[in-house]
């Protein structure tokens, strides 16, 4: 059952503000096991592997690595590159080349797919190793587990963020609109309701990508919050749009995975609610701090990024391979969880949208199920108060020797 | 030389992390002075004043006024109204009619000038009174006061948000430009450098208002700077512009005091340079989130707001009148200041920009002075970590009665 060997690992898609707690949680966890004899990051996610550009990530200093999970994205790079058919042969030469027998990928649903994949090639071409992906996504959209390490995070800047603003919006009595990322899944912007603790506090009014809405509502609904409280806070992902218009996030740039890059859905309302209100409307945009903005780190999402890391590295060395590591919920007041795994096919390339049933019936928020479930995750400040501005550190980067000709990627 | 009355305080204009710091700093000290019958808290600045609306400061509680220091946006409404002629006559019959001898106005220049009117109209009735502003903005564009309360804090965030999105941009091998505040003055954008703590470290490049920089040149130092870290990011004010092109920040809106509203330059630029430079470019505007993301006060802005909202209420019982309070600089290391005071027409309606000598000869930053200048300021943690989400108190508003008939303003 014991594999020795090597082992490695990558970051991938979007950095989160606890993707390094899970590297961290790997690397201490590979320290406990004589099986992995190096452990070998790579650089820029799959890139490194195709290009064989690793550092040793035993050769790292323990205090560098404690502080870094701390730090906001990825630590070794990342990329968004969906490796074909001739890059995951390249894959399978590289891990033969530097005996890689074990195999880590912490990313998204692209991610798992692609570990997924180099799994299945791993076994054509009878090389012993085990792949075991680590979730990851501010989105939250994985299937299966509970949630997704960068998600508690996310929410808590996003809800923070959303309170503070508030105040603004109150303050002089305007209506705020604030987008939240999410293409299809509205997880991030259904949990700035959380911070909604007494009637009238903001964000009044809460739309999804889950939901199409039709246009009048939403401006009847609009009034209705504005008349009733002063003033006005709308939540929207970047993903919604209206039934049967043309005002959406719209954007001709297309990433790598072929997915639109969204943005401009808050500004749109904006210029339609001040118009039809006859109110000032200002919009905030979060972008990448909601992905970045390390000091609103949540305790408990930091905890369970850690905690993925390292039971990844302890499954495979127990002879799992195949599967992404799972938050499985036990309870929620306290909350309890405990580490999982489900099989990458479950998940690959799929997204779990927010249930109709913790939806309102409005479309215009969500329910107390939601609330219930997104506000554990959101909880406990990660990082300490500091007295000037955040230090990150960066690895000291101990390349490790190529052994192979040099790799040219064809673009399909 | 005692003049004994009651009070009256407004904030006004854009709202900051610590204007409610100078409220509980003059609500505080006024307490301590027997010549102050009642504190009316004017809701929505001026405008409060012109229809009566007035609070009842020293019947709020306690401990909700302490939390409220630390509670971002001005906690009695806010409003960016300039009063005409007939408004300021309208201001002296209401501080007659509610024996108000003291007024202090807490905003930047465009409220410090209609202190120094509604100064001028007191005398010119034989109303004994005194009027004294509290300076704020995060601009930091007031001149005479070293710097004002808001700036601190507002840089604070900036700094960190810099810093945090950054290492995103650093993971991805991309470009970012981020946008801050700032029509004419690039105090806020030129602080982000503060964060800049090893060579590389982002921000690389930072743009302010106001210089204008050629566009071939800015192309060049992009390209260069990219070259050199493997990645990019760009501090940029939202009233930058370039030398003979019309890349500029844009809207066709014009707020109450007649000034744009911008926004939009980070965009333009974003695509100007994914296009150039043939890398993916992203960009972020921190927009409202910079006058209001509480979590990341600067502790010394805080105290200092704290500090000249209590000198402006015992300077005015000592005698002191038509000035705005300032805070002068003794020391840098460690940073020590007094509270002193100038005479409105010293400040209203003037701007400070960023001096010549403090912006770099490639006018792509700023120098170690200006470095220097600003640091203190944005040191300290004020807001201790919390384990939930940030909850802001409210006053109770206890209304005081109306002596006057309804009025009505004339809009010009």
Redo the contacts between chains.
Sequence with gaps: MALKGNACIG?SGG?TIVINSSLVGAIEEAEEHAEIDRFYGAM?GIEGVLYENFIDLFREDDQVIRDMSL?????????RTKPNERDRKRCMEVFKAHNIRYFFYNGGNDSQLTCHLISELAKESDWDMRVIGIPKTIDNDLPVTDNCPGYGSAA?VA???V???A??A????TA?VIEMMGRDAGWLTGATQ??R?EPGDAPHLVYLPEVEVDINEFLEDCHDQYEKWGYLVVAVSEGFSFADTDIEASSEKVDEFGHARLGGVASALSDMLEEDMGVRC????L???Q??????ASQVDHDQAYAVGGAAVSHAVEGETDVMMTIDRKSNDPYEYEIGSTSLMSVAGKTRLVPDEWINQDKNGVTDDFIQYARPL????A??????????PVFQKHFIDKKLDEYVREEE
């Design positions: 970051q950095p820029k730090t906001p994205s990825a630590a070794l790079g990342t990329c808590r809800a923070t963020a309170q503070t603003v105040r603004d109150r303050a002089f009595g705020e959380v911070g603790q200002r919009y905030d945009e972008g990448n701090l992905r970045a903005f390390a000091p609103c959101m909880m406990g400040a990082c300490p108060t500091y007295e000037g501005l955040p230090e990150y």
